[in-house]
């Protein structure tokens, strides 16, 4: 018990810049968190657009320069915010390592890698998914462990999912084989592969209409198909629905100071993936 409550006070919150840095760039709570994040958010938009804007040939060949003044402006904004982010956390390797340190450090090393890579800059897209920190500026706190809520949920629904998609498999191949038998090669489906193929099409109701059944006993089984379709989407949603529902909790906003680590309990007052105090 002493040495559980020693190892949580060994990892109380950082005090000093370190932790006006990290209340800054971790929170949405606070008026400058909030104000970081849409300024942010911002620069991202404008990154991604000007990387966008340096693809186009007759935009690049007016304003390359300026375009590529704008990227390294924003690349260096981002190395910096990336350094501070490792020294504002108690333990800098766990945050690297995690989601968005990985997306972070991927926001700009693109841009040195095209000294060596030519053409890896626009690899700097990879910045639009910094814009899931939206999230926390938005206070949609249900958000921010959905992610996990989706894996459990998708963790276990695996069997069920699995029994449904061979069920589907066998379907199509089933329904493929049949088509060519009624159809033949002389209206297209000039194999069961591609019969098979037809029936995915058509049993996910995408329908290209590359391949159509031109036989009155054809277009029969299309229409089958077609109906069955409609209710075989519906399945895999309310196994995952199901499972979502058992899995939903509450979820904080806070940032855990030592790994950054989010979507902790709303009543936690320790960090359940380091141990750290919240």
Not at 44 to 50: E, H, N
Not at 70 to 91: A, K, M, P
Not at 101 to 128: K, M, N
Not at 136 to 164: C, D, M, P
Request: aromatic share 10%.
């Amino acid at each position: 018990m002493h040495r559980k409550i020693k190892k949580n006070l060994d990892h109380r919150p950082r005090e000093g810049w370190r932790a006006t840095v990290h209340e800054v760039i971790f929170e949405a709570d606070t008026p400058a968190g909030k104000g970081f994040d849409i300024l942010l958010i911002a620069s991202i938009v404008l990154s991604v657009a000007a990387v966008m804007l340096d693809s186009v040939s007759s935009v690049s060949e007016r304003h390359g320069a300026t375009l590529y003044a704008i990227e390294w402006f924003f690349t260096l904004l981002f190395t910096v915010e990336y350094v501070l982010r490792l020294l504002s956390v108690g333990r800098p390797l766990k945050f690297a390592l995690s989601f968005f340190g990985i997306v972070d450090l991927l926001a700009f090393i693109p841009t040195y890698l095209s000294f060596l890579l030519p053409g890896a800059e626009y690899l700097l897209v990879i910045r639009v998914l910094r814009i899931l920190r939206v999230f926390r500026i938005l206070k949609l706190v249900q958000y921010l462990g959905e992610a996990e809520l989706l894996l459990q949920a998708l963790h276990a629904s695996r069997r069920k999912i699995t029994v449904f998609l061979f069920t589907v498999l066998t379907l199509v191949i089933i329904f493929g084989a049949l088509m060519y038998v009624l159809e033949g090669e002389r209206h297209g489906f000039t194999s069961i592969p591609r019969s098979i193929y037809w029936a995915i099409v058509t049993l996910t109701t995408v329908g290209y209409g590359d391949i159509s059944p031109k036989t009155n006993m054809g277009q029969a089984l299309a229409a089958v198909i077609m109906v069955l379709g409609y209710g075989i989407i519906a399945v895999p949603t309310g196994i995952v629905t199901v499972e979502l529902s058992r899995t939903t909790k509450a979820v904080s906003t806070q940032a855990c100071p030592e790994c950054s680590a989010e979507g902790h309990d709303a009543d936690a007052v320790y960090c359940k993936y380091c141990g750290g105090r919240l």
